[in-house]
Every structure is written in C-alpha cells, then in structure tokens.
C-alpha cells in the first residue's frame, strides 16, 4: 500500500517519537501522528510523504491510549505551549527518560549509558515563572468558533499554534503560570483593545502593541510585567502601567521595551521603566536572585533547585576545586556550588547576564566567584586556568566544535554536563567519550506537559 498525501489512515501508535509526536508504522513506514501517544488507535490523515516517513494529523480516536487523561486546558491540542497535556504524567516522566536514553544509544553509541528515571516536579501546572504573549492583528480560531458569526475575529493576545509564526491564539488563561498572571493578561488585552494604537502586524511589521511578558517570584510573590512595543509612546502605555499597579499590589515592576526589530523576539532594544523597582527578587535554595527584565533564569524555580542540587551532587566538590561553569547565564550555578569550592569561574557571552552574576554574587556574600564576559569559544583558551571539575550548560545547539576541542585539551577530572536538548547532549558526549566515562545521567522535569526535557551528565575521566 502506498499512502498519498491528504488520505485518511488507521494507525496503531506504539511510542511516542523525540519531539514529542505518536509513532506509528504503516506497512513498514514510519508515520509520525500530531495529537497521538503511545497506545492509541486513530484515524489520521497524511499531511507529508516523504520516502522514508510520512506526517499525519489526529481525524479522531478510534480507541484511545490508556495513558489518556482529560487535559483540563481548553486549547489543549491546538496551543503550542503544552502539547502533552493528553498523557498521564507519570508516562510523560517515562517518555522523557526513554528519549535520554535513546539519544545516549543512536547518537552516542552509548546504549548502555546508566540513564535514571526521570525526577519529575511536584506542581505539574503553575510552575512557569516566565510567558512570553504574542500580539496578532486578528486572532486563531478554535476549530468549535469557525464558520460563526457571533466570534470576534479581531486582535489576539497569547500564544502561538505550533511551528507558525503568525497563528496566535486569544488565551484567556493559560494553566502553566500562577492565576494572577491570567487576571493581567485579560487586563492589557482589554486595555490593548481600547486603545488608540494598533498591534502589530506579524507580516506587515506596522503597528504598535507587540508582546507582553509577565515574570513571577515564587519565592516573594513579585510580579514583573513587561510590554514590549513596536516603538516609543508612554503616554499611551503608563495608564496601563498606572492601572496595573493600583489593581494588584503584587505587581511592583512595570517595564516598556522597545522593540522595531522584525524577529518576532519578546526582548527591546532598550526599556523604560513605567512603575516600581526594574528588578523583582526571586530564591533557588538559599541564594536570592535579582532579576531584569532580559535576564536568562531557569523558567521553573521549584524545578530550578532539583536541577541544580543534581549538578551540585554530581560535582562532588570538596572545598579545595578550582572550577569552570561554561555558559554560565547569571551566574546561578556557580553560586549554588560557591561554598563547596575554592573557586568558581563564569563564563557568558551576554553582558547584562554577567553584571547580573556579579550583583547577585554581592547580594549573595559570595566572594569566590569571578565572571568573564565574553564568547566562551574566545574567553575559554585565553583563560589560562586549569579547573579540576567543568559544569557546561549550553544552548540547545549544544557546544560549538572549537569549545568541545578545548575542554578536550584541558582535560578537568570531573564535568557536570547539563542539557536541555538531549540529541546534542549526546552529540557532544560521541567526543568526550574518549576521554570520560558517563557515570550517571539524571533527566530532571522542569517543563510538565510538554516534550522538553533538561538531563544532567556525571562525567569523570578516564586517561
Ligand atoms: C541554558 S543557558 C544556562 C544558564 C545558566 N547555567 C542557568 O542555569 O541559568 C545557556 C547560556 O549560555 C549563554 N551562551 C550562549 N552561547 C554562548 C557562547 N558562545 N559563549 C558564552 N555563553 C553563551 C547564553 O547567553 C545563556 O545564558
């Protein structure tokens, strides 16, 4: 049977393939389902063919998975802010182990790697400490409002059907923050509705209301609320700053970025703080954080502290250690891990990240830190130290070739490798196996619900 594009097809969904999508097998070939998990049975329609997989998307469910729960989110299927919000959590926490596991097999070529069940969280929603919103001209539609002629079709506030970049959904809550965050982003949409000025274009780039990013303390229960816009105009936005402040006391940031920049990126080219502090304090553990409005931090704090107490047991410091945290963001690791060392060096690419480590360093009594601004492949050979144990927390592309190279040369006795993409986590580790043994691996939830998973390596060396 040769499946075409745009036919309806019976499937047996066996696993759930990394990226998060049901895998079934058609006669041989590998289809990949949008909406399915493990144990399904669908009827689903082929949207590309290719020669060795296809890609389908859910019709309806002939007989579902077991592992099936209601999602309590009504845009559960059509957001792109959680899509795995069908599934059992514990089978989430089983699939994100065996996606470590495999990529550790198929890329590393190290099957055997001892891969822990995943550690997952205890808030399984209203754990995010960060959401980005998007502005649209005119709103996505959910599929029960197509065709009516009583929906509003106008603008949209929140977040975007996946893979698209102009398909916005109007969310009037979204479950993976704190409830407050829902009564604001209802409070500027309607703000945003009545105001003079337009949003902007996601395709004509005119227009003015971009994004609205929201950052929450759990630690303090401060609320950062951050509007970014096209270009510079307070009087049109500090009423909304003003009406925010008097509503909820909790709130006690209100900052303007400006941004006319096309990339569809919630960060501006310069702020303007509106109301209150332009920092809100947030606590990992034992150390207090001041964060901007541009500063990287781990987006769930609770999941934050098991990561990071993962790194610190993996580190095995015992005082006397001289050691390198690449990628290092504000610097929070390496405060974690200061009192057990005798000295920890930072090293970040973005500025505004680096004045943010030291600031917390100060707020923090810590002295034993020192950070250095700069590409971590020009700051890393020109260092000139030789550290006893390396923690690396790259970006999802993982370590640029020259930075895996150097750490080669250098050769520390331990690394902690902490990674939020496992393929290139085992990319980097096909190297760095010549040298290291893998003692352990710990996947750690710090996103329930959605495919994303952050694993920690225990690394030691071998020659
Ligand atoms: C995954 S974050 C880790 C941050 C930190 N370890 C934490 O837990 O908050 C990766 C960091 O690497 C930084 N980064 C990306 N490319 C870099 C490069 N080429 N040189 C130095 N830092 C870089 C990013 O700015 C970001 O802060």
């Known amino acids: ?18 990226g998060g999508r049901g895998l079934a097998r058609l006669e041989g070939l590998a289809v990949f389902v949008d909406g399915a998990i493990a144990g399904d049975r669908v009827l689903a329609r082929i949207v590309k063919k290719k020669k060795s997989y296809a890609e389908a998307r859910l019709v309806s469910l002939i007989s579902p998975s077991p592992f099936r729960v209601d999602p ?21 926490l089983y699939y994100k182990q065996q996606h470590v596991q495999e990529a550790f097999g198929h890329i590393a070529l190290m099957p055997d790697v001892n891969v822990k069940p995943t550690v997952g969280t205890e808030r399984v929603f209203g754990y995010r400490n960060k959401m980005e919103f998007s502005c649209a001209e005119r709103r996505w539609l959910m599929p029960d409002e197509l065709g009516r002629d009583d929906v509003d079709t106008g603008m949209a506030l929140g977040l975007h059907v996946p893979g698209t970049f102009h398909k916005v959904l109007d969310i009037q809550a979204c479950l993976l923050q704190p ?14 509705k009545a105001s003079a000025l337009p949003v902007y274009g996601l395709k004509s780039h005119e227009g003015f209301w971009r994004f609205l990013v929201l950052r929450h303390s759990s630690a303090f229960d401060e609320w950062m609320v951050n509007i970014v816009t096209a270009s510079e105009a307070r009087d049109q936005v500090q009423p909304l700053a003003d009406l925010l402040v008097q509503r909820y006391p909790n709130v006690i940031s209100v900052i303007n970025s400006i941004s006319g920049r096309k990339a569809g990126v ?29 500063s990287f931090f781990q987006t769930n704090t609770t999941g934050a502290r098991l990561l990071y107490d993962t790194v ?35 090293l970040e690419v973005v500025e505004s990240a680096v004045a943010d480590a030291r600031r917390n360093c100060r707020r923090n009594g810590i002295d034993n830190c020192r950070f250095v601004a700069g590409d971590v492949r020009q700051t890393l050979p020109a260092l000139g130290v030789q550290p006893d144990v390396m923690i690396i927390d790259p970006p999802r ?48 939830d710090m996103f329930p619900h959605t495919f994303h998973i952050e694993a920690v390596a225990a690394l030691e060396r071998v020659s």
């Open 266 to 294: 919630a960060v501006g080219e310069y702020e303007l703080l509106l109301e209150g502090r332009s920092t809100i304090l947030e606590r990992i553990g034992d150390f207090e954080f001041e964060l901007s409005a541009s």
């Open 72 to 92: 309590p989110c009504p845009y559960s299927g059509i957001c792109g802010g959680c899509t795995w919000q069908q599934m059992s959590y514990e089978k989430q």
């Open 312 to 346: 610190r047991r993996f580190a095995r410091l015992g005082g006397d250690e001289t050691v390198l945290d690449l990628y290092c963001g504000t610097g929070t690791i390496a405060i974690y891990l200061a009192a057990e060392a005798r000295e920890v060096i930072g």
């Open 1 to 18: 049977m040769s499946v075409k594009k745009g036919q309806d097809v019976e499937l047996e969904v066996t696993q759930i393939a990394f």
């Open 397 to 444: 592309a993982g370590m640029h070739a020259d930075v895996l190279q150097e750490v080669m040369t250098l050769r520390p006795r331990r690394m902690v490798y902490v990674s939020c993409n496992p393929a290139t986590l085992a990319r980097d580790m096909l190297q760095l196996k010549e040298a290291y043994r893998v003692l352990e691996v710990q996947p750690v």
């Open 179 to 192: 409830d407050l965050g829902n009564r604001i982003l209802c409070d500027v949409r309607d703000f945003i």
